[in-house]
């Protein structure tokens, strides 16, 4: 399907509208002169454990532990990628170590 330049101008203009109104609604949403709200400080503490768990869980998903390999390679990964946050407590250095330990085990 080939678009005219009408059509490609207007999927564009939909995509950065969008884009923009998800980015400033919730300060729209929540404008008050109160800054401390108690919801926003709650999903602000709760989102980010929220996010990491839902990744885990995502990239954890077709692991088959009946099969050769068993899941250690990823065992392997995550159990460096906990120890070395603990350690140096650098996320970007855990995950690309924990990355690239995994691509070397496969």
């Not at 490609?8 to 950065?16: K, S």
């Not at 108690?38 to 768990?53: D, E, M, N, Q, R």
């Not at 990744?55 to 990823?74: A, F, Q, R």
């Amino acid at each position: 399907m080939i678009l005219t330049p009408i059509q490609t101008l207007t999927i564009v203009i939909v995509v950065a509208l969008s884009s923009v109104i998800t980015r400033f609604l919730p300060f729209i949403i929540f404008k008050t002169s109160n800054k401390s709200n108690s919801f926003i400080t709650y999903l602000g503490k709760v989102l980010p454990y929220a996010a990491i768990g839902m990744l885990v869980v995502y990239c954890l998903k077709n692991v088959n532990i009946t099969v050769p390999s068993y899941g250690i390679p990823e065992a392997i990964a995550i159990l460096c990628i906990v120890v070395l946050h603990y350690w140096k407590e650098n996320t970007l250095l855990s995950i690309g170590v924990g990355t690239a330990i995994y691509m070397i085990l496969l």
